[in-house]
């Protein structure tokens, strides 16, 4: 009797055992390869993410400053200059900041000397820094001779973009990074009031 016990007792304990046995190596490797496979195909999608909302967030900050340099020029009774990198160029000499990062664009108060250069004491409305990104077009007309290798184009104290800002009837700016095929832009047009801003997106970039 006590063997028959002691067998049925060991059956028990044999099938409890065989019920709560792990993953094979086999298993295993399957699971992760599979991990493998999902963590591939995702980083692309999420670095392509990444870069399309830094393109829209950067020229949406010089759409932003746009419609604010209006407001002002409007307001103050002088005329705005947006100042913006030349296709092919580095960033400008200038960091309002002082953090480091030296600007794409800067828009300012034409309100001191009035000759449409930027000079020390005018009231500069916005500046941004779009860290790796380069300005594949650039249309709007050169700045004046004191800022070289730039482009600019001016607000009027009525709040338009004045007629000879641009070579014709309004200005592109294009801007991408070198690592990726992705475009944003903006466009002004002559006596218009507000930026077009364009869709991001891989390829030449079209204003809406």
């Known amino acids: ?112 000397i009035n000759n449409g250069s930027y000079d020390a004491g005018e009231t500069v409305i916005d500046y941004g820094n779009w860290q790796s990104t380069q300005v594949d077009t650039n249309t709007f007309l050169n700045c004046p001779a004191a800022m070289p290798n730039r482009n600019c184009f001016t607000i009027t104290s009525n709040g338009a973009v004045t007629e000879n800002s641009f070579p014709g009837n309004g200005g592109e700016l294009h801007i991408s990074r070198s690592d990726n095929n992705y475009q944003a832009c903006l466009q002004m047009e002559s006596l218009v009031t507000s930026p077009q801003v364009g869709e991001v997106q891989i390829g030449n970039c079209i204003p809406k």
């Open 1 to 112: 009797m006590k063997t028959n016990e002691m067998k049925r007792k060991n059956n028990k304990y044999a099938n409890y055992c065989s019920c709560q046995r792990g993953f094979s190596l086999l298993e295993l490797a399957v699971v992760l390869g599979m991990v493998s496979i999902l963590v591939t195909s995702a980083v692309p999608l999420f670095t392509d993410t990444i870069v399309r909302s830094k393109l829209e967030s950067y020229i949406q900050s010089l759409a932003t400053g746009i419609n604010i340099a209006r407001s002002e020029a409007m307001r103050s009774g002088q005329r705005a200059v947006v100042v913006t990198l030349r296709a092919g160029q580095g960033p400008m000499d200038y960091d309002f900041d002082n953090d480091g990062n030296i600007e794409h664009f800067f828009i300012f108060l034409d309100d001191g």
